[in-house]
């Protein structure tokens, strides 16, 4: 974003009252009304605006030395004394705050953690350490509130699977391993809930409910230290198995057993300030997750921790055969529901979208089968068509191709030559994260079978020149579905493709009887932790989501 658009968003939330929505959600025509505003009163008194001690002042000070109060810094160039040009106000739409994450400007509104409007770079309003934050204001659902909603009666089962979750049973991919750095801490959205993936200062990686049990403050956008991660706001540190082990203030007398600390404990502290610690703290605890890397990517298991081992994390045959194979990950965002995605990833039907490139060529669906929780599908289709086909001499002409919806994961094999597997991470009804392996076990020259240590530049050039642009016509095609599936949301659709009835069904039943189990074990555990803080004394908390 310009520095231009940067000044003009500040002063808009400037001029905003205080208890007017976020900027983003007003209407159009009040933004446009602000925004004349705000520009007129910058372009016609520049100089009092550089000497005023008023919030504006702040704006205009050059140097990135002078945040404003909220810590972003404005650009070196807003020192311009002829003010700044008018800007079209549309381009605002970058800072809305429920922007999936990775987007530009996703948490500029958030008063906690800002990213600098003219760098991009996150910055903490605290002045000290701060992670990279999240999705502000998700709404984290009950499954009973889900369940509600999906069994309104007489919604049809394209409406369910529009609304469908996924099962958290299953591991899902969050992250590129490589993008959580040593203590760093960034967000992942698993359906409606935060996810505060941190690795410590021992390179060890760590999933936690992304909440402080004080006040509910986003721990991705606190900050690692050593082996904990603390809560921005009042220093709360939290250990790798969620519980509270510093607390960087007083525990008032009103809260405090006798065995707790009451002055600060020599040596130890929260970012340089004191703090209290030791094993006689108040028992305060959140969620944790369990989490594993394989294949570049993190993964967690959202549901029932208890289920976790018992469950394979995804495998990848090529990979399993060659761990070493040449390989990428293509990790894009999309403004769709999840099984928009898998139905667009199996749907050969629409080889029209892609006839520039020709990935797959008049394909001839030949059979559609549910084998268990897999809807395994085979096209006929010439494969051979495409530019990197040719180039490769992967592919001979007419070949069957399998794409099978194994819940959660969508995955292609093509006669054991080549094949991919989408790791997909919904977000919410419209936002999903997409993470692509794809993997050659065969990749020629000719009639010359290119070797592994010569492949990592020539798959890097497939990604780039092929691959993506292809995902992104699908990309394209599907935010244009979810847009106007929702515009049209009671009219009937015509399909032709049985698969994607099948894919519907295996979509609703696997997240009803995941609501149903979540709903049981939510209820257990709360029965279990009322016995047990029942007597303990108001010390004693235990966390219990329902
Ligand atoms: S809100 Fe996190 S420590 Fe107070
Ligand atoms: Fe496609």
Known sequence: MSSAKARTFKLLQQLAPESSPPLAVLHRHTRRHLASAAAASVTATPATATTSAAPTATLDQPGPSTPTPHGVHPSPTSASSSGPPLVDLEDLSEVDPSAAPGTAGHCGPCPVRQQ???TGVHVCATGG???KGGVPGEDIESPLAESLRFSTPGLPKRAKAR???PSGNFWYAVEVDANVKNEEVVAAVFWKTSIAIWRDANGKLHAIEDRCAHRQLRLSAGFVEGETLACCYHGWAYDEHGKVVKIAHEIPDAFRKESMPVDP???ETVDGAPCVSGPNLPKISVRT????VKYGLIFVFPGDPALADSVPLPSIPHLVENPA?????VDLSVNAHWTLIVDNNCDFMHAFLHRKYRPFVWPHLKSTARIGDTVRVEYLTDMASSPGAKILGTNTGQDTIVLEYQYPYQRSDLA????????????DEKRTRTFYIFTWKEMKAGPIDIPNWIRPPIVAGIHKLYLVPVLKQDLYALEEEQACNDLHATKNSVELNPLVSAFQSLTVEKWQEYLDSERARRQS?????WRASFGAGLSDWRWADL
């Not at 555990?525 to 932790?529: A, G, I, P, T």
């Open 289 to 292: 997750y369990p989490i594993a």
């Open 525 to 529: 555990m709360s029965r279990r932790n």
């Open 416 to 427: 054991n030559k080549y094949a991919h597997i989408c790791f997909l991470l919904p977000i």
């Open 163 to 165: 609304l469908a979750g």
């Open 129 to 131: 350490k701060g992670g």
């Open 265 to 267: 404990t020599p040596g």
């Open 116 to 118: 600098c409007l003219t």
């Open 325 to 329: 194979l040449a390989h990428q990950i």
